[in-house]
């Protein structure tokens, strides 16, 4: 049974930083590309960042969040991470990592199998 789960989440000033971790198991965590997606109240879930297989291909990230979060696994440990500096109230949002094994680097919601349950992030201002 293939499980992602996500820590990290919480209450953050507008301009800290915050590092979000999903954990996987029940898969070849190597074999699967991975992306973080956020999802605000009342708001479509949207991309935020994409890291290939091997994190050889260079990371895609939304145009919101380029400059200020990095994307970044380690098969070792069956993690990805979301570093999240200078933070915004408007990225406050639950954030979900997702895997998928089709594509590179995928940014689309229907191209991932697997989820995880969601980490609550709020930026106060």
């Known amino acids: 049974q293939v499980e992602l789960v996500e820590s990290g989440g919480g209450l953050v000033q507008a301009g800290g930083s915050m590092r979000l971790s999903c954990a996987a198991s029940?898969?070849?965590?190597?074999?699967?590309?991975m992306g973080w997606f956020r999802q605000a109240p009342g708001k479509e879930r949207e991309f935020v960042a994409a890291?290939?297989?091997?994190?050889?291909?260079?990371?895609y990230y939304a145009d919101s969040v380029k400059g200020r979060f990095t994307i970044s696994r380690d098969n070792a440990k069956n993690t990805v991470y979301l570093q999240m500096n200078s933070l915004k109230p408007e990225d406050t949002a639950v954030y979900y990592c997702?895997?998928?094994?089709?594509?590179?680097?995928?940014?689309?919601?229907?191209?991932?199998?697997?989820w995880g349950q969601g980490t609550q992030v709020t930026v106060s201002s």
């Open positions: 890291i290939s297989w091997s994190g050889g291909s260079t990371p």
């Open positions: 997702a895997a998928e094994r089709r594509y590179s680097i995928a940014t689309l919601t229907k191209n991932y199998d697997y």
């Open positions: 029940g898969l070849i965590f190597s074999t699967y590309s």
